[in-house]
């Protein structure tokens, strides 16, 4: 009876751990509600991370946060250390950091080919202050059925499955990474606008930030606004790689608060039907879209304010 007793005892015990062991585990997913609620593969937080490096078998970029967004570096190529397109940056950043370890697929490092994510594949290696490694992330390939695609870190044998293609935020063409911004302003700090070439006019700000035409005659302030809305929010396509310069479209300047003056001239079109900006924020001209170019010289009459409409319907 004694004995029997103990093996009862050893027997709940046993169970009791196996119990521990299973939920621990949770294969069913028990008490993962949902896959933002399950933990990230990557904990804290995107502020943290100070430098990237990007390694692909021998080639290697480099994304590096400094006081005025990201710098970016293609090690052995031109030209050196480049602006980086800080957006796009830091989107692939709040990416990884919100892959979840919602299902693991494998532990097996036997198929890690499998999933492509050998410690030999894409990888990203984040470091924060002082160089601090913050962890090593192999990005594995797409998963067509799930919409997703297979993640593992350095340090751990587990891969799994995660939403997005996270290696598709990482490896592009390289000048997909530069700054493509043609201006760099605050646009609170334009004072003035003096636009040359197809059409030719000025815009002045007031102590309230609302622009008038100069010589001052009646403004739409809306179509203004616009305006400058466009222009500071004006981004290129792609770098302009050509010797020559197609001929020149027009100019526009701007006078900041400082009393410092910045310069856009557009040239073209090109072969391409592009126009190409060139300014001192990009010395490299930038290719752009012909209707947004000339989206940027319309006709004076079309910033006159018009008013009301004169009430032809005849006496009654």
Do not use: C
């Amino acid at each position: 009876m004694e004995r029997q007793k103990k093996n009862l005892i050893l027997l709940g015990i046993t169970g009791f751990v196996f119990l521990l062991a299973f939920l621990a585990n949770d294969p069913f997913l028990l008490f993962e509600t949902s896959y933002e609620k399950s933990s990230p593969i990557i904990s804290g937080n995107t502020d943290r991370v100070k430098k990237i490096t990007v390694e692909d078998g021998t080639n290697k970029r480099i994304f590096t946060r400094t006081t005025d967004g990201w710098s970016a570096e293609f090690p052995g190529h031109a030209p050196g250390v480049l602006r980086a397109d800080s957006a796009k940056i830091e989107s692939g950043l709040k990416n990884l950091f919100e892959a979840r370890r919602y299902q693991e697929v494998s532990s097996n490092k036997e198929k890690q080919s499998d999933y492509e994510v050998r410690d030999s594949d894409f990888s990203l290696v984040l470091e924060g202050e002082n160089g601090a490694k913050i962890a090593r992330i192999v990005l594995g390939k797409y998963a067509a059925q799930s919409s997703g695609s297979f993640v593992r870190l350095a340090s751990d044998s587990s891969v799994y499955a995660v939403k997005g293609f996270l290696r598709n935020d990482w490896n592009q063409e390289f000048d997909q990474y530069r700054d493509r911004s043609i201006l760099r302003v605050i646009k609170e700090n334009i004072r003035e606008i003096k636009v040359s070439g197809k059409s030719a006019f000025s815009l002045k700000g007031d102590d309230k930030g609302v622009f008038s035409l100069e010589p001052t005659r009646a403004t739409d302030k809306a179509r203004a606004e616009t305006y400058l809305n466009d222009l500071t929010d004006l981004k290129g396509v792609g770098f302009y790689k050509e010797a020559t310069l197609p001929p020149k479209f027009g100019t526009i300047t701007l006078t900041l608060s400082s009393n410092v003056t910045k310069t856009v001239e557009f040239f073209g079109p090109t072969k391409n039907n592009e126009m190409v900006a060139q300014s001192s924020d990009a010395p490299q001209g930038l290719t752009l879209a012909k209707n947004k170019v000339e989206a940027l010289f319309p006709r004076l009459e079309d910033l006159v304010d018009k008013g009301k409409l004169p009430n032809l319907a005849p006496p009654q």
